[in-house]
């Protein structure tokens, strides 16, 4: 039996994203319209607003190493109206907030840490260079990336890594051959930074399908990731894939609807999937696996009409959650208790 717990009520939310400061657990929220951005503690159940956002959040999450510091992506306002969009640097200084846009970047969208050899990166992409209307995809997005062992002053200028991919959606950190990374994914698949033999950064193709989001992790406990996807852009299919022989090997696909939000994690002990749909049934949604060999996957609703935009699986202090923003609702929400 789950619980639901709505911590933060929000006009259009669309990021939430939970991380630990210290012995802390907090929750990152934003507005995809609005400017509205709160830290929720999740010990004492107090939020703080973050002053001096534009509003057009996709992501929101702490700079590693640097207590107080954040970074987000702001100004991508539905349906793609991005001309604005950028990486904006929050400093929390006491009771209140400093909030500057350190990197234009039009149509930015996610960014994502990472460490390599002790340094620490963040990696941002924008869905397009530039769009005349939502429908148009004639110009491929940018993936950036800067070293933040130190936070510079002014503005920030990064290295462009790549400028060919289209339909630039996803993002997750993962692990691929024992080094921390971080992947993207578009039209023509997904792909992950790595470096070359003269240290420059560049991007590997890992995939090949065109890919909204995905996520790596073990479902049959192997030791091995698998690898799930929503197909294709803003996709109505969720896929997982296994590696065999150099290849993704699919074990299971059903169907969504504008499927986003995906997410996993371990809650009560096993794997589990999350996943969205943004319209129909609206519904969040859970998975687990009782046989990856054998393609059996559970599928059980955790809220109707929701309207997920993103979800996180976490644990804190022996206890499990499953973090959602249900947009349809103006709502974040925690989930807790047993999958039945």
Known sequence: MFQKKTILNIQNVYTTNAFQIGSGMYIGAGSETEPVVYLYNLKTGSSDRVEGCPGGMMSFMPVPGHTDYFVSIMGLFPPFIGEEAGLYLHHRRGKGWETRKVRELPFAHRCEFFERQGSVFLVLASVSRHKENPGDWSQPGETHIIGLDEIPSGSWQTDLVDSSTTRNHGMTRTRIEEKD????????????????????????????????????????????????????????????????????????????????????????????????????????????????????????????????????????????????????????????????
């Open 181 to 340: 990374t971080v992947c993207i994914s578009g039209a023509g698949g997904i792909f992950y930074m790595d470096r070359d033999h003269g240290d420059q950064w560049m991007i590997r193709q890992i995939f090949d399908r065109e890919t909204s989001e995905m996520v790596f992790i073990d479902l049959d406990g192997d030791g091995n990731d698998e690898l799930v996807t929503i197909e294709p852009f803003h996709g109505d299919t969720l896929n997982i894939y296994k590696r065999g022989n150099g290849q993704w090997d699919r074990k299971f696909s059903d169907k969504l609807s504008f499927g986003h939000g995906l997410s996993g994690g371990i809650f009560n002990g096993e794997p589990v999937i999350i996943a969205g749909n943004r319209s129909d049934s609206l519904a969040l949604e859970l998975f687990t696996i009782p046989d990856l060999s054998e393609g059996r996957v559970s599928r059980r609703i955790l809220e109707e009409n929701a309207g997920p935009t993103q979800t996180q699986v976490f644990s804190h202090r022996s206890q499990d959650y499953i973090l959602s923003a249900n947009q349809r609702k103006n709502e974040v929400a925690l989930y807790t208790g047993t999958i039945d």
